[in-house]
């Protein structure tokens, strides 16, 4: 009987504190009424020492109606990138990368019905950035990096026009047999 009554009794707790959490941790009541646009509203002048949401340019961190430009999004290419590392006919080692687009604001889907053809050349610049030698050594270095974004960046404005504003490589993982 008892071994019916614990699991019972552990479910209760659980639920109590779930619901205990959720109040303390809720959004408090002078909020309730406001979305997250009129929040912001209300904050005024105040605002210019905060940092900006997130998804915002940090050098465009006005609203579009106050300077007229676009905010941005990010679109995170939906796996990884394995890119083998061939020396003398033979698989060396691998490299993983994860990779993000920043776009602008509103274009994210157009960008991302995209992504197939975006995944093939994102391979081809990697594989040829292996293939002369780019992910040998320090290949973390900041001119290997940068080369590496500018080449991304240029193939990813050739299938997706100038919505994608940046190239973000989130991870970058070498594995050496």
Request: aromatic share 6%; hydrophobic share 45%.
């Amino acid at each position: 009987m008892k071994t019916f009554l614990i699991p019972i009794f552990l479910l209760f707790v659980g639920v109590g504190g779930g619901v205990g959490a959720g109040i303390m941790l809720g959004p408090s009541a002078g909020t309730d009424d406001d979305t997250p646009a009129e929040a912001e509203a209300d904050v005024g002048s105040d605002s210019a020492e905060e940092p900006p949401a997130m998804g915002q340019d940090i050098a465009a961190s006005s609203t579009p109606a106050e300077n007229g430009a676009r905010g941005v999004e990010f679109l995170n290419m939906t796996n990884q990138f394995v890119v083998p590392l061939v020396k003398d006919g033979q698989v060396n080692g691998i490299i993983v990368v994860a990779i993000s687009l920043e776009v602008v604001e509103g274009t994210i889907a157009d960008v991302h019905l995209r992504e197939p053809k975006l995944r093939d050349r994102f391979l081809q610049v990697l594989f040829n950035h292996a293939n002369n030698g780019g992910f040998e050594g320090n290949f973390t270095d900041f001119r290997y990096i940068k080369s590496l974004k500018e080449e991304l960046l240029r193939n990813a404005q050739v299938v997706a026009g100038r919505d994608v504003k940046d190239v973000l490589i989130l991870d970058l993982v070498r594995q050496d047999p």
